[in-house]
């Protein structure tokens, strides 16, 4: 799975099992009616005990610019410190949204089913943050990348 090349999100969530997030690749749509995603997280995530207490999340889609915030989420920075390395905001969930993302998907969970050693949840997309601009960035042979997307200017260029 490491030759694969997948888009790179932050997945945010806030509620009564308190603030968190980490970084996920493993994200697709399912349905556009109702607009539906999934998100697939390890129960071994620090991120686990949260967003399985919680009741909503927000699929935060990284540009080429953000590989920075993508590895504190990914690794063992403390949730404190994520959370303080970027600006954001929320929308109809409270869930955090990441100002400059890409896109930002603000969704209600309505199911989860164990597989293996991981969660899938299905998250029904209640709300979109304004789009950022940029490349994309995904992950791939253990790395970032940068894919271009028509007619995004990088955003250094775009002031």
């Known amino acids: 799975m490491a030759r694969v ?9 806030d509620g009564p099992g308190g603030r968190a997030g980490f970084t996920a690749s493993a994200v697709c749509s399912v349905s556009d009616a109702p607009p539906t995603l999934l998100v697939c997280i390890n129960r071994t995530s620090s991120a686990y005990a949260a967003v399985s207490a919680n ?3 927000c699929i935060n889609t990284l540009a080429a610019d953000q590989t920075g915030i993508a590895a504190a989420f990914g690794g063992r920075t ?13 929308l109809l969930t409270g869930a955090p949204v990441l100002q400059g ?4 998907f603000d969704c209600r ?6 597989v293996g050693t991981h969660d899938v949840l299905y998250c029904e997309v209640l709300g979109l943050a304004e789009p950022g601009d940029g490349h994309g960035l995904v992950y791939a042979d253990r790395d970032y990348h940068t894919v271009p997307l028509g007619g995004a200017a990088p955003r250094e260029a775009a002031a």
């Open 5 to 13: 090349a997948s888009a790179v999100h932050l997945v945010t969530t």
């Open 55 to 57: 009741a909503a999340l």
């Open 78 to 90: 403390p949730m404190e410190a994520r959370f303080a390395a970027a600006a954001w905001t929320t």
């Open 101 to 104: 993302a890409l896109t930002a």
């Open 109 to 114: 969970i309505v199911a989860r089913h164990p």
